[in-house]
């Protein structure tokens, strides 16, 4: 069975906890963020940073000013708009869950980027150096598919593992959905009765529930059919000639996947010369 996150906006404390512990499971360097007046930082998911933390201020009844902590990352859809319209299939959807991507495949056509309602593909335009990259690929969270496959050190993506207040449970979806509606039910003076990612887009692995309204705390008003529904009708009205660019972009993902075995083959060799001097 495919397993997910519930994200608990109201057990959140925005200790950021997720975001670093993501970074130092993925090894993504730090990078120069932008001050924002609402604390959120980085502003939004990047290359470098798959989970960000949001800040959103809001009200009490008695009119007393609350915050609200919402930990973002790839929602992971059930059908996922993105693998559809790859045209060389460097993303698949994986039978646990997780959204992933294969970096030698990725031609940096960025359709993925166009595709998904919810703004989450980034591409490396700068590497960790600040350098431009002339090949940007795409970077996002993969719900800890390795962690998951191979059980070490913990099955647990490392946003949940790490997680103090217990804000984002890991586990089947369909048990997670099942703790959602219990909260609830069980406190509808905390909770707004919605649960986020439950139908939304046909349905997404991370789910949240929060005491704002959905729309107040920046998530997209979407469809409820799945995007590869649209995305199929869209193109079975593109005329044949145009199905053309199809070949060009596997030329182009040929041309520069033999490119980048040069390249290894070159880092090699220059590696191997170093090692054998003296």
Same mark, same amino acid.
């Given at each position: 069975?495919?397993?997910?996150?519930?994200?608990?906006?109201?057990?959140?404390?925005?200790?950021?906890?997720?975001?670093?512990?993501?970074?130092?499971?993925? *090894?993504?360097?730090?990078?120069?963020?932008?001050?924002?007046?609402?604390?959120?930082?980085?502003? %939004?998911?990047?290359?470098?940073?798959?989970?960000?933390? %949001?800040?959103?201020? &809001?009200?009490?009844?008695?009119?007393? *000013?609350?915050?609200?902590?919402?930990?973002?990352?790839?929602?992971?859809?059930?059908?996922?708009?993105?693998?559809?319209?790859?045209?060389?299939?460097? +993303?698949?959807?994986?039978?646990?869950?997780?959204?992933?991507?294969?970096e030698g495949r990725c031609i940096g056509c960025r359709y993925c980027q166009n595709a998904c309602p919810f703004d989450i593909p980034k591409y490396t335009w700068f590497d960790e150096n600040g350098k431009t990259d002339p090949w940007p690929k795409?970077?996002?969270?993969?719900?800890?598919?390795?962690?998951? +496959? &191979?059980?070490?050190?913990? %099955?647990?993506?490392?946003?949940?593992?790490?997680?103090?207040?217990?804000?984002? *449970?890991?586990?089947e979806r369909s048990d997670l959905l099942a703790i959602a509606k219990d909260r609830i039910a069980k406190s509808p003076d905390k909770y707004f009765n919605h649960i986020y990612g439950e139908e939304e887009v046909g349905g997404t692995q991370v789910m949240f529930i929060s005491s704002q309204d959905p729309h107040a705390i920046g998530f997209p008003d979407v469809e409820k059919e799945s995007y590869p529904g649209f995305t199929w009708e869209f193109l079975s009205r593109i005329p044949y000639e145009i199905a053309g660019l199809g070949a060009i972009l596997v030329g182009t993902y040929v041309w520069r996947s033999n490119r980048l075995k040069k390249k290894a083959l070159e880092e090699s060799a220059v590696s191997n010369t170093k090692g054998g001097s003296h």
């Open positions: 069975m495919a397993k997910g996150l519930l994200i608990d906006t109201v057990k959140c404390t925005g200790c950021r906890g997720c975001q670093t512990a993501c970074k130092q499971w993925n *090894l993504n360097p730090a990078v120069e963020t932008k001050f924002s007046p609402t604390m959120t930082n980085p502003l %939004e998911t990047n290359a470098y940073s798959f989970v960000h933390v %949001e800040f959103y201020e &809001n009200s009490k009844s008695n009119g007393d *000013l609350d915050w609200t902590f919402v930990s973002k990352r790839c929602m992971h859809c059930e059908h996922p708009a993105c693998v559809s319209v790859c045209p060389v299939g460097a +993303l698949q959807k994986l039978d646990f869950g997780p959204v992933v991507w294969e795409i970077a996002k969270c993969t719900l800890c598919w390795d962690r998951q +496959l &191979n059980k070490t050190p913990s %099955e647990i993506p490392a946003c949940s593992k790490t997680c103090p207040p217990k804000a984002i *449970l890991f586990g």
